[in-house]
């Protein structure tokens, strides 16, 4: 199984800071033959559906604010908001969708709140 | 937009089997794979399985021996059934989609809370 980490547990940010989140796969999650990473963010916010934000480890999802970048490549991922605002309170997870099983494994998850 | 409805009993006796279904609406729910998905209060998100539209499942190995993910096209939905339940298996359950398997959940449902409890 490939183990998803994410650090830290929880953070706390001012409003219009940066936030930064990091999760670490145990093995890569690179697919050499088309160069893409099968690595995803969601954003959980309570009594709404999960949002898919980021996949393929930086594409940005349509109607995601470009406040929120996903870079890093390989088992090194890292969710960026750049100038955080109210409505970003939220718990945030990575998830790998490259090797299996089982087929989808996601980090610990990240609880983001204001400072 | 596909849109996703988890529907059941929200509490459950132990030891009895969980049953839940999923409503797909805004869309087919042929040639996607569909996912449920659980988070067990103030812990992570687990995978527990998924059923493509033409029955091929696969399930989470740890959950796989109490696992039945089942399908019925004609009406567009999807369901879980999970067998010898405990109090562990307490959790808000999701269920999502993936246009393949290679791909990312994008699209989900809100969540529907199940509690096990005598």
């Known amino acids: 199984d490939i183990v998803m980490t994410q650090s830290p547990d929880s953070l706390a940010v001012s409003l219009g800071e940066r936030a930064t989140i990091n999760c670490k796969s145990s093995q890569s999650v690179l697919y050499s033959s088309n160069n893409k990473n099968y690595l995803a963010w969601y954003q959980l916010k309570p009594g709404q559906p999960p949002k898919l934000l980021i996949s393929w480890a930086s594409t940005r999802e349509s109607g995601v604010p470009d406040r929120f970048t996903g870079s890093g490549s390989g088992t090194d991922f890292t969710l960026t908001i750049s100038s955080l605002q109210a409505e970003d309170v939220a718990l945030y997870y990575c998830q790998q969708y490259y090797d299996n099983p089982p087929w989808y494994t996601f980090g610990q998850g990240t609880k983001l709140e204001i400072k | 937009q596909v849109r996703l409805q988890e529907s059941g009993p929200g509490l459950v006796k132990p030891s009895e089997s969980l049953s839940l279904t999923c409503t797909v609406s805004?869309?087919?729910?042929?040639?996607?794979?569909w996912s449920w998905i659980r988070q067990p209060l103030g812990k992570g998100l687990e995978w527990i399985g998924f059923?493509?539209?033409?029955?091929?499942?696969n399930y989470n190995p740890s959950l796989k021996s109490r696992v039945t993910i089942s399908i019925d096209t004609s009406n567009n939905q999807f369901s879980l059934r999970l067998g010898s339940v405990t109090a562990a298996d307490t959790a808000v359950y999701y269920c999502a989609r993936s246009p393949t398997k290679w791909e990312p959940l994008y699209n989900w449902g809100q969540g529907t809370l199940v509690t096990v409890s005598s």
């Open positions: 059923i493509y539209y033409n029955g091929i499942t």
């Open positions: 805004g869309g087919s729910i042929s040639n996607s794979y």
